[in-house]
């Protein structure tokens, strides 16, 4: 520190006056500088935090010149601790204070420790496999001064904060088995407890597994079974309590999130990973945490190697609410968690950077405003690459962050699921012109609003997962406005068994749009829905003037029932989000989004979304689900493209497709991807050595269907009841199978759409009492024993035209077993309250498996109405549960008894 400030003094004397009056500030760092420097390009400082102190004492002093301030940097510099930079360490507006690299060689600023071959020796044989006796080698870390490398969680999703090994600047293999790829659960013992639904017992589950490795475990030191214990989009590792070679059986020691069962329909994958039992192979290490000491198989001369292990459990650079400040040309190493963190502030650039081999993320900017990542280069990460955060989602003001020109590869390293390479949040951030490719699950995340993700190329991402999506967005209707636009996505997912998708709008996601964008060989549906653009219960999306080329399924949905939307707007999730996060009831979101306006206000209405003038060519199916097609083109040969075999889908100008899709735009695919700029001369070229597109076999599951057409709807239907003097009780009345009156269709759902097949009522009165005979014709494997609402029932609600003050509805239930209900509702939103006595009578019978006919005998003085009561709201509805059905007399709109908005009941 006293060589710091002597430093600083002889920088004040000398250079401070003159750098009040420059056009530019220069200052220099070098790792082979001395203690006490001028900061000079040849007397440089020999630490970074030398020459922030001498930044700061020149805004002190003289203030920034014209041009801002730039420290020029290099060396390597191992960090024990964190460089920091704060508010009191950027520039102003047009006076950045920059950071940046200096000279032909990488500016290292490394998160780890060089470990010199000579700490190592041979390797005793205990516990080794026999094929590695004699090549692993041991180092003691504590001869090194290295006494931290942290510990296993007990539970974990595949990245931990822990040191890990790296040799010539790639990441080695922690001693594992199997050494690639996963092994499989033979059979699933016990499911354990499932923390996820609340289960709070910690019941471990039992697995069984073939052949005869892990008897070499036995005394084995915490060791972890990293796997997909239940779905094929959530891995997390388990401690274990013991293994039983006789029954081939494993305990754990803590449950899985979700329980060990079958999520997804592939068999369950496991790994063992921290064995020096297994460490039998060039590459792969193992750390004793209990006698501190690294063994390691070198795969290279140790004499010639550049062997470090990650130490730093803080990010190698931490930026703290600056603002104007620039980051360029850095090499960034070797951390055990995340490498920069910008936070706050405004206006941080970081360019051309490369960062790599970290334990966590790469990079993580978290709120401030116009904050830009661009020209890096980022790889081999344990979990996440960049993600950029800001902008006011309950004002809807954007931050404007940018993340621009980024190759980003092989991230998701250790965290296998959830870890994406690109991830936006908050409001109006943009993603342009990046390049994500080879990792195991998503590679673009995003939620919040009025984002725009355009120009980039994604490929070969969710290989080893299944129930993904390369771009993925979920489970919050109130994270709408985001365009996702001229963008190439490649050879996405694998046949797992569930399905996966290129761009994947999850749990009631929408209100966004997909244009112009290109995709080739995406998306697997296996036996479901999903396709290259997959909406999993949503709505209000827009998949438009995109080009598809040899895609099993272009376009696919699985849409939410009503009763599922009812209980999820009703539910503490949606609730949350959309009402306390966010309001999405009030302005500014029904001012900038009108199509929120009465969201929350569950209705039956239709839940529909747009795809428009769109090219689908060689696809096995153009689309299924609730989407709304016009003006596509669907094509079995090549429409025109420039170079379809070589990978350039541009469309000719005389390309057929803009004479048969009228206003289709011209899609810019050579734009995408890397771009060639100062901060990125040389710009990856993907080199195109894939087979030529071909027509895939036609898929007939999942046709799509035409919208409905409407029923007519002027004037609520009115029905005359008949007088009829039937006196016979409803169930002879079924025996005698004879009712005197024409029937009324039932047809309508709830929006007043037309269903099939049709139910009908007869409707009759004789001396106060009001019967009625309905008819209903169902599916085939029908509940005809249900005795519940929501199985197949059917129901009658009745409300006098002209209610009294709080005059209640009256709501009467049957089911086909011949139980019934009779009762009443506050109101449509209030569930009924069931009488325990009445003088209702009612009979049900089935007459097949695909009829049950019911009857009413339902006295109007029971109920509370006079004689003189001769107009009532009146309705009829119909559940098919087989078909997921609600048929009513006239739809309300909403709730079957929500009478006021059904029919109308005149007794003679």
Not at 229 to 254: K, M, N, R
Not at 675 to 688: D, F, G, I
Not at 838 to 845: G, I, L, W
Not at 869 to 891: P, T
């Amino acid at each position: 520190m006293h060589s710091q400030l002597r430093s600083l003094l002889l920088l004040g004397m000398g250079l401070s006056m003159a750098m009040a009056t420059a056009a530019h500030a220069d200052f220099y760092v070098s790792s082979d500088g001395q203690a006490v420097a001028k900061g000079t390009r040849f007397d440089p400082f020999q630490s970074l935090e030398a020459a922030r102190e001498a930044v700061r004492l020149l805004k002190r002093t003289s203030g920034l010149p014209a041009g801002g301030a730039t420290v020029w940097v290099k060396g390597e510099f191992d960090r024990t601790a964190s460089f920091e930079l704060g508010a009191d360490d950027g520039g102003e507006p047009g006076k950045p204070v920059e950071y940046r690299a200096w000279g032909d060689q990488p500016v290292r600023l490394s998160g780890g420790r060089l470990i010199p071959a000579s700490a190592f020796t041979p390797a005793p044989a205990d516990r080794l496999p026999e094929e590695a006796v004699g090549h692993v080698l041991v180092a003691d870390l504590t001869t090194l001064g290295i006494t931290d490398t942290g510990s296993f969680p007990q539970v974990f999703r595949g990245y931990a904060a822990v040191s890990e090994l790296f040799c010539n600047d790639e990441r080695q293999s922690l001693a594992s088995w199997p050494n690639e790829g996963w092994t499989t659960v033979a059979k699933i013992i016990k499911a354990g407890s499932n923390p996820r639904n609340g289960d709070k017992t910690r019941e471990p589950g039992v697995i069984e597994y073939e052949g005869d490795r892990p008897s070499r475990w036995l005394q084995a030191k915490d060791l972890r079974l990293h796997g997909y214990w239940c779905f094929d989009w959530y891995d997390e590792a388990l401690p274990v309590g013991s293994i039983d070679p006789a029954t081939h059986q494993i305990t754990l020691a803590a449950p899985h999130f979700y329980s060990i069962k079958q999520g997804n329909p592939p068999p369950r994958r496991w790994r063992a990973i921290n064995l020096l039992e297994e460490l039998d192979t060039p590459g792969e290490y193992y750390l004793d945490r209990e006698t501190n000491q690294l063994y390691f198989w070198p795969s290279v001369d140790l004499a010639k190697a550049r062997i470090v292990l990650s130490t730093l459990q803080t990010p190698i650079v931490r930026v703290t609410d600056a603002s104007h400040l620039i980051l360029r040309g850095f090499t960034l190493e070797n951390c055990v968690r995340t490498a920069l963190i910008v936070d706050g502030g405004e206006d941080v650039q970081i360019q051309a950077c490369l960062v790599r081999n970290v334990g966590e993320n790469a990079i993580d900017v978290d709120g401030g405003k116009g904050h830009r990542v661009e020209a890096c280069d980022i790889h081999d990460t344990g979990a996440k690459g960049l993600t950029m955060n800001g902008g006011d989602r309950k004002q809807l003001v954007p931050a404007g962050h940018v993340a621009e020109n980024n190759h980003i590869w092989r991230f998701s390293r250790r965290q296998q699921t959830y870890a994406g390479g690109l991830n936006l949040g908050g409001v109006g951030n943009i993603a342009r012109h990046n390049l994500l490719h080879d990792a195991p699950h998503t590679a673009i995340f995003i939620s919040g609003n009025d984002h725009i993700v355009e120009y980039n190329v994604v490929h070969h991402v969710c290989l080893e997962t299944d129930d993904c999506g390369a771009f993925y967005k979920g489970r919050n209707p109130s994270s709408r406005g985001n365009q996702i636009r001229w963008n190439f996505w490649h050879h996405i997912g694998s046949p797992r068994g569930h399905g996966n998708n290129a761009v994947y709008f999850d749990d009631g996601d929408g209100g966004d749009t997909v244009f112009g964008n290109v995709f080739f060989r995406c998306g697997e549906p296996a036996k479901g829905t999903m396709g290259a653009v997959f909406s999993h219960g949503g709505h209000d999306l827009k998949v438009d003037n995109n080009i598809f080329v040899e895609c099993k399924r272009a376009i696919g949905a699985s849409p939410w029932s009503n009763g599922r939307w009812r209980d999820s707007l009703k539910g503490k999730t949606y609730q949350d989000r959309l009402l306390k996060e966010v309001d999405i009831t009030q302005p500014p979101y029904t001012t900038h989004y009108p199509e929120l306006v009465g969201y929350m206000d569950y209705t039956d209405a239709p839940r529909r979304s747009e795809a428009e003038r769109n090219v689908v060519v060689m696809c096995g199916q153009f689309y299924c689900g609730n989407f709304d097609a016009a003006d596509n083109l669907v094509a079995n040969d090549d429409p025109g493209f420039v170079a379809l075999d070589q990978g350039d889908f541009t469309l000719r100008k005389d390309s057929s497709v803009y004479q048969l899709v009228p206003g289709f735009e011209p899609v810019p695919f050579r734009e995408m991807g890397l771009a060639k700029s100062a901060l990125r001369p040389h710009p990856v070229q993907e080199k195109w050595d894939y087979e030529p597109a071909k027509q895939l076999p036609h898929i007939t599951l999942h046709e799509p269907q035409p919208p409905r057409a409407p029923a007519p709807r002027g004037e609520r239907t009115v029905v005359k009841a008949a007088a009829c003097p039937i006196t016979c009780s409803p169930k002879e009345n079924l025996a005698k199978g004879v009712w005197p009156v024409p029937p009324v269709a039932i047809v309508q759902d709830s929006a007043g759409y037309a269903t099939k097949p049709a139910s009908q009522v007869h409707v009759m009165v004789a001396e106060g009492v009001l019967r009625l005979v309905i008819e209903n014709e169902v599916p085939d494997g029908s509940d005809l024993k249900n005795e519940k609402w929501g199985g197949d029932a059917v129901e009658i609600a009745l409300l006098r035209v002209t209610p009294a003050q709080g005059e209640k509805i009256v709501v009467l239930r049957g089911y086909p077993t011949g139980k019934f209900e009779v009762g009443t509702a506050a109101d449509a939103d209030a569930n009924p309250v069931w009488r325990k006595d009445s003088k209702v009578t009612y009979a049900a019978e089935a007459a097949s498996s695909t009829r049950w006919v019911c009857a009413w005998s339902i006295p109007l003085a029971d109920l509370g109405y006079a004689p003189a009561d001769k107009r009532f709201a009146f309705n009829v509805s119909v559940r098919k549960a087989a078909s997921n059905l609600w048929q009513m007399l006239w739809g309300t709109g909403g709730h079957s008894y929500d009478a006021a908005k059904a029919a109308v009941l005149e007794l003679p």
